[in-house]
């Protein structure tokens, strides 16, 4: 995600989305993935990653982009237009269309494999071929 007009920063993660398919019940987990089929079915479980103007320093903003729109109500209407507008562009849509299948292949076709991605759990070396990556993003 770009900066926002106004120099803020945000970004969404599907860290806690991941810890919580792995958390589940094999079963369970797969069902979830069933679920998912177009980028949009991602924004409830997208969570907003702010970045403090100060250091930089990355936090869990408590909202899902799929509600961005009530936690920004006191933004300027730049920073809204331009979040709007890159939730729906197609480079973000092929993003989360691409963790989909990531998440399907992983639990519906049972690859155990190193894939190059980088939406990994942070701190998960669970696949071969993860990378370490400081921060896990969109």
Do not use: N
């Not at 993660?13 to 979830?32: C, I, N, P, Q, T």
């Amino acid at each position: 995600m770009p900066m926002l007009p106004s120099g803020r920063r945000i970004e969404f993660s599907l860290d806690r989305f991941h810890a919580l398919l792995k958390a589940m019940g094999e079963a369970e987990a797969r069902r979830v993935a069933e679920t998912l089929e177009d980028p949009d079915d991602l924004l409830p479980v997208l969570d907003a990653v702010h970045f403090s103007r100060e250091d930089g320093t990355p936090y869990f903003a408590d909202y899902v982009a799929a509600d961005w729109m009530t936690c920004a109500q006191d933004w300027d209407w730049a920073d809204q237009q331009a979040l709007r507008a890159w939730l729906a562009s197609d480079a973000a849509r092929f993003h989360r269309a691409e963790a989909i299948g990531y998440i399907r292949m992983l639990l519906l076709d049972g690859q155990d494999v190193a894939v190059a991605y980088p939406y990994l759990i942070i701190g998960d070396r669970s696949h071969p071929g993860a990378h370490d990556g400081f921060r896990l993003r969109q």
